[in-house]
């Protein structure tokens, strides 16, 4: 889900039930999403292991 500007954030707060100031905010600064997953390959680095191969790293400076 993309929500961009004061309309779309207060949509997604009424349908969740939350403050739009917190979607606001994520479309300033996205980082707090993404800095909060992790590798989502990680149940696969037994076979990337396995043949050699390394998950990529990915450049979150923006």
Known sequence: MT???ADAAASAADLFD???AAFLAL??????VADQL???G???EPWL??????WPE????G
């Not at 990915?58 to 400076?61: A, C, G, P």
């Open 18 to 20: 939350c403050d739009p």
């Open 3 to 5: 929500v961009t500007g």
């Open 42 to 44: 990680d149940p696969f």
């Open 27 to 32: 479309e300033q600064d996205g980082s707090p």
């Open 38 to 40: 992790g590798i989502v």
């Open 49 to 54: 292991s396995a043949l050699g191969l390394a």
């Open 58 to 61: 990915l450049d979150h400076s």
